[in-house]
């Protein structure tokens, strides 16, 4: 199977507004689940690109970029674990093992790609001290061109080459190398969940955290089921908390206004 030239396109596309979409609108563009979910719809297979997505989005969810961070960029990896799984037909273990490094490649890129644009930064500062407006927002829109390149060209050079790349990662990588990618793929959403409860007040919600693993590991619900659990608790816990009036204390019903002195109320 080779990719036909609409598909590279969208591909690339969609690598570029990935980075874009994180950086302005965040409409959902920049997690993986739904950017593996738009890649398996481009290759004609959206229930692996869901997969893939949703498994790589389990690293990520303990993980955010702040004052300037560069993370792995597993959103770019559901794109190339996509596309090669598909080619391939391997299964998501596979995409997800290729995902990884790709991943930890992108944090290098990502950076080349900051570094590039203190560039335009400078320009902007310049043309501040101008008060040239036009040329501010010119240069704003220019900064954008290299966080685009930083995801588009890699995804375009390792998506080019298809089959070629993808058979020459299946006939040269030794077992180990191959199994050690598989095993870190099922290892790292375990960190990631671990990472998002460490900053979340797990203790005082134990028991919940206790019920959702006992539906999944012992009764086999469903995510969705789970999911439903979760939301049923969320609802009564609301509403044994935060919707309790202060109990009047006795012998104070009827008392208002402000208390004197004295001891006694005062309109």
Known sequence: MDLAIWQIVLLVILAALTILDA????????????TGTIAGLIMGDVTLGLAIGATLQLMVLGVG???GASIPDFTTGAIVGTVFA??????????????VPVGLLMVQLDILARFTNTFFLHRIDANIDKGNITAVKRNILYGAFPWALSRALPVFIMITFGQGVVDFILNTMPDWLMGGLKVAGGILPVVG????????????????????????????????????????????YFKQNFNKKEPALAGEAGLVGKE????????
Do not use: H
């Not at 959702?212 to 089921?225: E, H």
């Open 86 to 99: 598909v080619l391939s037909g391997q299964d998501a273990e596979f995409a997800i093992g290729l995902a």
């Open 193 to 236: 969940i671990a990472i998002l409860l460490r900053y979340l007040p797990t203790g005082k919600f134990v028991a919940y955290l206790i019920i959702g693993f006992v539906a999944t590991a012992y009764l086999k619900v469903p995510m969705l089921g789970v999911a439903l659990i979760g939301t049923a608790l969320a609802i009564i």
């Open 260 to 267: 004197n002195e004295d001891g006694e109320y005062e309109d």
């Open 65 to 67: 970029t702040y004052g």
């Open 23 to 34: 950086l302005t609108l965040v409409i959902g563009l920049n997690f993986p689940v739904i």
